[in-house]
């Protein structure tokens, strides 16, 4: 965890409390000041939206991202529960997941919202579009919301292809619903760390797909997964020229009491990102991850080279987890089971990331290196 970048940040904030900077008038200061201590508007603090879209057009070298079309939250599942209670219309509206997924997510959409889910299959290049034709398809209107994780895949690992996305966002445009795309791991790639350096950087984030003119694709991220959880901060993009987050701008819901999330948290990072702290940190942590991901690939290779091809695995060129193959006819999956338990190793069952227990499933695992 960034312990001292983010005291540094902190350090700088405070000194930015006590005295103008630079140019800045004293009316200018007392302004500024009153702003970090008051109600955020609701999209959230316009200096932090400011210089993180700075930093994510850098980043990924394009203009696509808007500090007007950016709304600062607390973190990835409070922003999908949001915008799904903000969105609904009907009980019998449907949610669509990816099979596997984020084992979370079913859960906290059934649990706040009480919609039904239905499920698609992910294959190497992500979701796949067919089966999502056939639920539109077979529930028409009924299908109001798809939850994806479109980059390095949790568990998979893998990125929608762009002729996917393309497909996809289409087909909200055409049926009316909302994509929700948790894109936590989109800057976690290992693409110009790994040798020989084959692979490309994943796509743009999803929102940069939308053709709607008011909009269905809400790209959800956060800092949890970069910095560390506790920080509780993450942000959605959407697309400029779309009406997308105007209804968060009303007075409404959450925001009628308390105005926009996380003001304060969102200033001492902004410090983080303005300084440049923010990019060398993420370079450290990709570099540590692309590290811990050699050594257990090699380190399941090497279990392979001495029992057998026990383990199988698609090694991803990014974020946090590695969706790992038993072969049954060389290993009992009680015995793996027990014999991991026994020595401390920590893992979640494939079965735990699909929401219907699909069985094709029952002979993976899922290891983090993150």
Not at 2 to 21: C, E, N, R
Not at 24 to 43: C, G, I, P, V
Not at 63 to 78: I, L
Not at 124 to 131: C, K, R, S, T, Y
Request: glycine share 6%; with cysteine.
């Amino acid at each position: 965890y960034p312990f001292q970048l983010f005291k540094k940040s902190i350090d700088s904030l405070t000194k930015k409390w006590d005295a103008p900077q630079d140019n800045q008038t004293t009316e200018d200061h007392d302004e500024w000041l009153k702003q970090q201590f008051s109600y955020a508007s609701n999209l959230g603090n316009p200096s932090f939206r400011h210089n993180l879209t700075s930093f994510l057009n850098s980043h990924w070298s394009t203009k696509k991202v808007s500090a007007d079309h950016m709304m600062v939250t607390a973190g990835c599942t409070q922003a999908i529960q949001y915008i799904l209670s903000t969105h609904r219309e009907k009980e019998s509206d449907i949610v669509v997941v990816e099979d596997p997924t984020f084992f979370v997510m079913p859960s906290v959409i059934v649990e706040s919202t009480k919609l039904k889910i239905e499920t698609v299959s992910v294959d190497a290049d992500g979701l796949v579009i067919e089966e999502l034709e056939a639920l539109l398809d077979k529930y028409g209107s009924r299908i109001r919301f798809l939850y994806t994780i479109p980059v390095y895949q949790n568990p998979l690992g893998v990125n929608m292809s762009h002729e996917r996305r393309q497909r996809l966002a289409a087909l909200a445009h055409k049926h009316h619903f909302y994509i929700l795309a948790d894109e936590v791991y989109q800057l976690l790639s290992f693409h110009d760390l790994q040798s020989p350096h084959s692979s490309r950087p994943p796509p743009l984030p999803l929102f940069t797909y939308d053709t709607s003119k008011d909009g269905r694709i809400f790209s959800i991220s956060s800092f949890s997964k970069v910095t560390f959880p506790g920080l509780r901060l993450g942000y959605v993009l959407t697309k400029q020229g779309t009406s997308l987050l105007s209804r968060y701008q009303d007075t409404k819901g959450m925001m009628f009491g308390g105005g926009g999330l996380n003001p304060m948290m969102s200033s001492m990072v902004s410090e983080m990102v303005l300084s440049g702290d923010f990019e060398k940190h993420l370079n450290v942590v990709r570099q540590e991850y692309a590290a811990r991901l050699n050594v257990l690939c090699d380190g399941l290779e090497s279990l392979n080279d001495y029992f057998g091809p026990i383990f199988s695995f698609r090694k991803p060129v990014g974020g946090y987890f590695l969706f790992v193959h038993l072969n049954e006819s060389l290993i009992s999956l009680d015995a793996f089971h027990a014999a991991a338990q026994l020595n401390g190793v920590v893992y979640y069952k494939g079965t735990r990331a699909s929401f219907i227990e699909n069985p094709a499933f029952s002979s993976y695992i899922r290891l983090s290196f993150g």
